[in-house]
């Protein structure tokens, strides 16, 4: 079975543009979470979806970040204008339940200059 | 608010030592705890899981005892491999789950 599917894996950008990344969870999941890991932070959770309903999007550092989940099978984390503060991993993750065990992306490496 | 603290890292032993990862936290309620493990360019990946008071997880040869009076969730192994060599985050969940900062394992040959 395939797990959890992100794209792209790196991206390179320029302060100001748009940066668009991607997630497919594992089929039948019904929970979805974006999460940035950098060195300062560590791990932190951005938003999560139950059955493509946004739960919780406290986490999300400001409106320059948007995330949208129009069916059960694609999610995507938009930032627009990008800055290099945002460079960071960004990993998707899905789960069964809430309690359920999480699986995640390889993660998406964003680099913006 | 809910909190996870784990030791700093990075910790590095030799193969064989043994290996314990402290992990405390902060809930108002009875969470769920677990460790996960991140291999070098990978994911999270769940090692272990406790649900309630005194309840043991254990994978690969780790363990973890939640104790609930001392509202920690240590993770141990016996004796360490290179293998084991990853980034180790504790984390709870009562109405999301949080992570802890992680620790850095190194394991010298």
Redesign the interface.
């Known amino acids: 079975d395939a797990g959890?599917i992100q794209s792209p894996r790196h991206e390179v950008t320029e302060m100001g543009q748009e940066v668009t990344l991607r997630c497919k969870p594992i089929s039948g999941h019904d929970y979805l979470?974006w999460y940035r890991q950098t060195m300062m932070?560590?791990?932190e959770?951005l938003i999560?979806f139950n059955n493509n309903v946004p739960i919780?999007d406290s986490g999300m550092p400001e409106d320059r970040f948007s995330a949208k989940m129009p069916n059960a099978s694609f999610s995507t984390l938009k930032i627009q204008p990008s800055e290099p503060r945002d460079s960071a991993v960004y990993?998707c993750?899905s789960s069964q339940g809430?309690?359920g065990?999480?699986f995640?992306?390889?993660?998406s490496r964003l680099t913006v200059l | 608010g809910d909190s996870v603290t784990q030791m700093e890292g990075p910790v590095t032993l030799s193969e064989e030592a043994f290996l314990t990862i402290n992990c405390t936290y902060t809930a108002t309620g009875y969470p769920s705890l677990f460790w996960y493990v991140q291999y070098p360019g990978e994911g999270l990946q769940l090692l272990l899981k406790a649900t309630k008071a005194d309840d043991k997880g254990s994978n690969k040869g780790f363990e973890a005892t939640y104790r609930k009076e001392t509202t920690s969730f240590h993770l141990e192994k016996g004796s360490v491999q290179v293998s084991d060599s990853a980034v180790y985050f504790c984390a709870l969940l009562e109405d999301k789950i949080i992570f802890g900062k992680g620790t850095r394992l190194h394991i010298l040959p």
């Not at chain 1, 995640?104 to 993660?107: Q, V």
């Open positions: 959890v979470f932070r560590g791990l959770l999560y919780d990993f993750a809430l309690g065990e999480l995640f992306g390889e993660g």
